[in-house]
């Protein structure tokens, strides 16, 4: 079975500050990870993923996540934060290649990001 | 551009009712999904469908029925509502191509249930 833990349930940080939220993972299998975005009172878009290939993925609008194998761990970043990525965040995985999760993923219980002016 | 589409967005129960979600996609995709999402908890899987016609239990499926009778529409159903299925219910869908499921979803907006 799979799991994801999200260390922070509320971060709280400045306009044009760094941030960083924590995701740590656990299954038997290989994995595909993503985080996605959920807006006030919208659904969950994609923000990044790891399929395979480089451990450091990066989303169009500044954020940037490694995957640590060792460490079962896909933090998120972004070096200087907008009042706009005011939201809440959720790590998630499924099973990677060759495993039968048929696309289901398993989620963390969501950091909620605030930037503050 | 549609993509998902979930009615209705809100509704009230009273306890023992019955109510069905429907979920329409419009992006020719096999996988369909229904999660529902509780304050503290994520999202959790409630029932999918690998296809037209097919159904299967996820993590938390009691109380809860769905049926898949066409591709593009995925009904969730509850016979008898009660408090503890007060939530807010999003449906997604996901493609399969070149022999696997990525797991990359595409939501819906939501549809809150309030089961008083």
């Known amino acids: 079975a799979q799991s994801v833990t999200q260390l922070d349930s509320q971060v709280p940080v400045f306009e044009e500050a760094p941030v960083e939220l924590r995701c740590n993972y656990s299954?038997?299998?290989?994995?595909?990870l993503f985080w996605y975005v959920q807006y006030p009172n919208q659904g969950l878009q994609l923000l990044l993923k790891?399929?395979?290939?480089?451990?450091l993925v990066e989303s169009i609008n500044g954020f940037e996540a490694e995957f640590n194998k060792s460490q079962t761990s896909f933090h998120l970043r972004k070096p200087s934060v907008h009042i706009s990525d005011t939201a809440e965040y959720f790590c998630?995985?499924?099973?990677?290649?060759?495993?039968?999760?048929?696309?289901?993923?398993?989620f963390g219980q969501g950091t909620i990001l605030t930037v503050h002016p | 551009n549609a993509g998902v589409t979930q009615t209705p967005k809100f509704r009230v129960l009273k306890t023992g009712q019955s109510m069905t979600l429907l979920c329409a996609q419009d992006?020719?995709?096999?996988?369909m999904y229904w999660y529902r999402q509780d304050p503290g908890m994520g999202l959790r899987l409630i029932h999918y469908?690998?296809?037209?016609?097919?159904?299967a239990k996820g993590e938390v499926p009691d109380g809860y029925n769905v049926s898949r009778l066409k591709k593009q529409n995925f009904l969730l159903g509850l016979e008898s509502a009660a408090p503890s299925q007060t939530s807010v219910y999003f449906c997604?869908?996901?493609?399969?191509?070149?022999?696997?499921?990525?797991?990359?979803?595409?939501f819906g907006e939501g549809s809150r249930l309030t089961v008083l």
């Open positions: 299954s038997s299998v290989s994995v595909y």
């Open positions: 998630a995985v499924s099973g990677g290649a060759g495993g039968t999760s048929y696309g289901k993923l398993t």
């Open positions: 997604a869908s996901s493609l399969y191509s070149g022999g696997t499921n990525t797991g990359e979803l595409f």
């Open positions: 790891y399929l395979s290939g480089s451990t």
């Open positions: 992006m020719n995709h096999e996988y």
């Open positions: 469908s690998v296809g037209e016609g097919t159904t």
